[in-house]
């Protein structure tokens, strides 16, 4: 079983699919009949490999089902930079919601840092750990101007960044927090899968069908058997069992990356501009000094081809930094939330059923934060930041806009793909047909991937119609 589905793509250039999953290493076996659990974790990214660590260590007795391979998903796709500088984000969250809900996210992404810097180094784990610094820069003119608001953003949330001015790509404002990571986020979690110990059963090419109440718990249904347990974490990206309508208040988006090498030496750190092309960059592990590039964010399957964001991307580099060379190009596959927090903790209407999505591209830190909460509440304690992501708070007057848009477009994409040609086919490369199994919206090609994608809630299928990403959890039939 391939870690990576994605083939070479012909127009886009250098190799296709995540630097962090080429390799194939030792894995897990497949469920074969019917288990127990205290608690079933669905899910093999970081919050569900956490999760399963920290009950497995509070002696509870654990079994994690992943659909592909460990890490194959959103995490294995990530440009892994361990910060809790998310961007502009902050401004946002600033204005948004209550000062004290911001300062205890804030407090909770800082330390996600020390902590999933913590457990690499005490795991040994081969995953290329660096502290350097990470910096906000100002991407163009406008921006500079009013940068200021980006530091008292910052100040307000108690994220203790510098102000400066950055030497690279030009002098600009900038902010700056040290003491943040890298990390090889495919490596960290397989390391952390076999360092569980024997209270916790790992099982890989296991794709949950169903999830049900049985009694006084959850019991899944999957290819091959089932587990039943009290206690359910939905750690899979898009809550397997959606008891809050989550499919219209998760937007899909992709983010594209490249790794590529530079024309000219890049300061060491981890660079991300504000306004202008909002380029983000890293160094890579590799010892060639290839550089890691992202910036690139589109809602799934909204555009013809999706080809051109790489190719936008490439130029925006090209642009910043001279000519360079494309190695390697792939894109995360994330999700975006009304008020930009995410939801982590009990699912409405869930007794004892956890969940956590919506990091909207920056899950290395708040996947660590997410593990944190669900264990707490678990062993009935409240965490700080639980209340702030709650999976049960109610929209504000704000995120009305927001949903209002997004589901305007999910309605614009049902009845068109009912009335376009593409009803019902496959592409020509693919063998799946056309219609997502979620909520019966037509897909769309995306010839950047080689997938077959739904662009009303962002489900991905592969080139056969197997399920990679839900809310789908039914292959499209007819596949293999």
Same mark, same amino acid.
């Given at each position: 079983?391939?870690?990576?589905?994605?083939?070479?793509?012909?127009?886009?250039?250098g190799?296709?699919?995540?630097?962090?999953?080429?390799?194939?290493?030792?894995?897990?076996?497949?469920?074969?009949g019917?288990?127990?659990?205290?608690?079933?974790?669905?899910?093999?990214?970081?919050?569900?490999?956490?999760?399963?660590?920290?009950?497995?260590?509070?002696?509870?007795?654990?079994?994690?089902?992943?659909?592909?391979?460990?890490?194959?998903?959103?995490?294995?796709?990530?440009?892994?930079?361990?910060?809790?500088?998310?961007? #502009?984000?902050?401004?946002a969250?600033?204005?948004?919601?209550?000062?004290?809900?911001?300062?205890?996210?804030a407090?909770?992404?800082?330390?996600?840092?020390?902590?999933?810097?913590?457990?690499?180094?005490?795991?040994?784990?081969?995953?290329?750990?660096?502290?350097?610094?990470?910096?906000? /820069?100002?991407?163009? *003119?406008?921006?500079?101007?009013?940068?200021?608001?980006?530091?008292?953003?910052?100040?307000?949330?108690?994220?203790?960044?510098?102000?400066?001015? =950055?030497?690279?790509?030009?002098?600009?404002?900038?902010?700056?927090?040290?003491?943040?990571?890298?990390?090889?986020?495919?490596?960290?979690?397989?390391?952390?899968?076999?360092?569980?110990? =024997?209270?916790?059963? /790992?099982?890989?090419?296991?794709?949950?069908?169903?999830?049900?109440?049985?009694?006084?718990?959850?019991?899944?249904?999957? #290819?091959?058997?089932?587990?039943?347990?009290?206690?359910?974490?939905?750690?899979?990206?898009?809550?397997?069992? !959606?008891?809050?309508? $989550?499919?219209?208040?998760?937007?899909?988006?992709?983010?594209?990356?490249?790794? $590529?090498?530079?024309?000219?030496?890049?300061?060491?750190?981890?660079?991300?501009?504000?306004?202008?092309?909002?380029?983000?960059?890293?160094?890579?592990? *590799?010892?060639?000094?290839?550089?890691i590039?992202?910036?690139?964010?589109v809602?799934?399957?909204?555009?013809?081809?999706?080809?051109?964001?790489?190719?936008?991307?490439?130029?925006?580099?090209?642009?910043?930094?001279?000519?360079?060379?494309?190695?390697?190009?792939?894109?995360?596959?994330?999700?975006?939330?009304? *008020?930009?927090?995410? $939801?982590?903790?009990? =699912?409405?209407?869930?007794?004892?059923?956890?969940?956590?999505?919506? $990091?909207?591209?920056?899950?290395?830190?708040?996947?660590?934060?997410?593990?944190?909460?669900?264990?707490?509440?678990?062993?009935?304690?409240?965490?700080?930041?639980?209340?702030?992501?709650?999976?049960?708070?109610?929209?504000?007057? !704000?995120?009305?806009?927001?949903?209002?848009?997004?589901?305007?477009?999910?309605?614009?994409?049902?009845?068109?793909?009912?009335?376009?040609?593409?009803?019902?086919?496959?592409?020509?490369?693919?063998?799946?047909?056309?219609?997502?199994?979620?909520?019966?919206?037509?897909t769309?090609?995306?010839?950047?991937?080689?997938?077959?994608?739904?662009?009303?809630?962002?489900?991905?299928?592969?080139?056969?119609?197997?399920?990679i990403?839900?809310?789908?959890s039914?292959?499209?039939?007819?596949?293999?």
């Amino acid at each position: 079983m391939n870690r990576e589905y994605i083939e070479t793509m012909p127009g886009v250039a250098g190799l296709a699919g995540s630097p962090w999953l080429a390799s194939d290493p030792p894995g897990f076996p497949v469920l074969q009949g019917d288990v127990t659990a205290d608690v079933l974790v669905i899910g093999g990214g970081i919050t569900g490999a956490l999760v399963a660590r920290k009950l497995g260590r509070a002696g509870r007795r654990v079994v994690l089902v992943e659909r592909r391979r460990i890490a194959s998903g959103t995490t294995g796709h990530s440009t892994a930079k361990v910060t809790a500088l998310h961007g #502009d984000s902050w401004q946002a969250l600033v204005r948004d919601h209550a000062s004290d809900d911001v300062r205890a996210w804030a407090a909770a992404n800082l330390a996600a840092v020390d902590e999933l810097s913590s457990i690499a180094l005490d795991l040994g784990a081969d995953c290329g750990l660096r502290r350097l610094p990470a910096s906000l /820069v100002a991407g163009d *003119d406008a921006t500079s101007i009013i940068f200021d608001e980006q530091i008292q953003a910052l100040v307000s949330a108690g994220i203790p960044a510098t102000p400066g001015s =950055a030497p690279f790509p030009f002098d600009r404002p900038a902010a700056t927090l040290a003491d943040q990571a890298l990390v090889d986020p495919a490596a960290f979690v397989v390391a952390v899968m076999f360092a569980l110990g =024997a209270d916790v059963e /790992v099982y890989e090419g296991t794709p949950v069908r169903s999830l049900r109440s049985s009694g006084p718990g959850w019991r899944v249904d999957c #290819d091959h058997g089932s587990v039943s347990a009290p206690v359910v974490v939905m750690a899979d990206h898009f809550p397997v069992h !959606d008891t809050g309508a $989550f499919f219209t208040r998760l937007f899909p988006y992709a983010h594209h990356a490249i790794e $590529f090498i530079p024309s000219q030496a890049i300061p060491d750190g981890m660079w991300m501009q504000v306004g202008g092309d909002e380029i983000t960059l890293r160094p890579t592990l *590799d010892p060639t000094g290839t550089w890691i590039a992202g910036g690139q964010r589109v809602r799934v399957a909204s555009v013809e081809d999706e080809r051109k964001a790489y190719a936008d991307l490439a130029a925006s580099v090209t642009s910043l930094l001279g000519e360079c060379r494309a190695v390697r190009h792939w894109s995360a596959h994330d999700h975006e939330t009304p *008020d930009g927090l995410p $939801f982590v903790g009990e =699912a409405p209407f869930g007794r004892n059923l956890f969940m956590a999505a919506g $990091f909207a591209g920056w899950g290395m830190t708040k996947s660590v934060v997410a593990s944190g909460i669900i264990v707490e509440a678990i062993e009935g304690r409240v965490h700080p930041a639980a209340d702030a992501v709650s999976p049960s708070r109610v929209p504000g007057v !704000d995120e009305v806009g927001a949903l209002a848009r997004e589901n305007v477009t999910v309605g614009r994409e049902f009845v068109e793909g009912h009335l376009t040609s593409r009803q019902g086919k496959a592409h020509e490369d693919s063998v799946a047909g056309g219609t997502c199994t979620h909520l019966g919206c037509e897909t769309k090609w995306n010839t950047a991937e080689g997938t077959v994608d739904c662009p009303c809630h962002g489900s991905r299928y592969g080139r056969h119609g197997e399920v990679i990403y839900g809310p789908a959890s039914k292959d499209i039939e007819g596949s293999p």
